[in-house]
């Protein structure tokens, strides 16, 4: 009876087993989204030169939004996929007019972004990575001495970098801190009625600290 009951689990075992590792999906691998919340800093760039005294002005703000993306496991290394849709509350300081960098007042809107990261598996739950793409960002015009936005906003084309660590909490849920830089080089001029401007040659700088919190499926 003993010989039978062994017999048994030995078998129970050898069935369970390749269950059981069919049921753990790989780390970083596969389709994912997340939630972004950081700390958004938006001002001209190095090549504003128009001697008024007041080049260096920024907004600074609460940046948020959502992100996805789909990731393959190379084994030590990890490549993916990704887009964002995010939005923040930088704005120009209602009283102070000089704070325009070049725009006037304004309010930073919505920007999207895709792209693409890499990155090295530094244990096999935390992952350093590289990222860049391109974003396109929306800066809204404030009316007046106020806090409204107008219908008017300037349209902003451009590119980013980064990088970050992402931290596999367990097969299906993530957390990440992230560095990013965007630079945009192109702007349009969307007005009220529908009309939009000629391209014409900006510079305006972005640095984002962010933290995100995601779930792969």
Not at 72 to 100: I, M, P, W
Not at 120 to 148: C, F
Request: glycine letters at 12%; proline letters at 2%; hydrophobic letters at 35%.
């Amino acid at each position: 009876m003993r010989k039978m009951m062994v017999a048994t689990f030995l078998a129970g075992s050898a069935i369970a087993a390749p269950a059981l590792a069919q049921d753990v999906a790989p780390t970083f691998t596969g389709p994912r989204v997340e939630a972004i919340l950081g700390y958004d800093h938006v001002g001209a760039g190095s090549d504003i030169d128009n001697d008024n005294g007041r080049d260096d002005q920024s907004i600074d703000g609460l940046l948020y939004g959502v992100g996805a993306g789909y990731d393959v496991n190379l084994g030590s290394a990890v490549v993916g996929v990704e887009g964002e849709f995010t939005n923040s509350t930088a704005k120009s300081n209602r009283h102070d007019f000089t704070d325009n960098f070049g725009f006037g007042r304004v309010k930073q809107g919505r920007d999207l972004y895709i792209g693409a990261r890499a990155g090295i598996l530094a244990d096999p739950a935390t992952l350093v990575y590289v990222k860049g793409g391109y974003t396109n960002s929306k800066l809204k015009v404030l009316a007046g001495d106020t806090n409204e936005t107008t219908d008017t906003a300037f349209k902003l084309d451009g590119w980013r970098i980064g990088a970050g660590v992402e931290r596999a909490i367990n097969t299906n849920t993530f957390a990440k801190l992230e560095y990013r830089y965007s630079n945009y080089n192109d702007g349009k001029i969307k007005f009220g009625d529908g009309a939009t401007s000629s391209e014409f040659n900006v510079d305006t700088d972005r640095h984002q600290v962010v933290a995100s919190v995601g779930y792969r499926f």
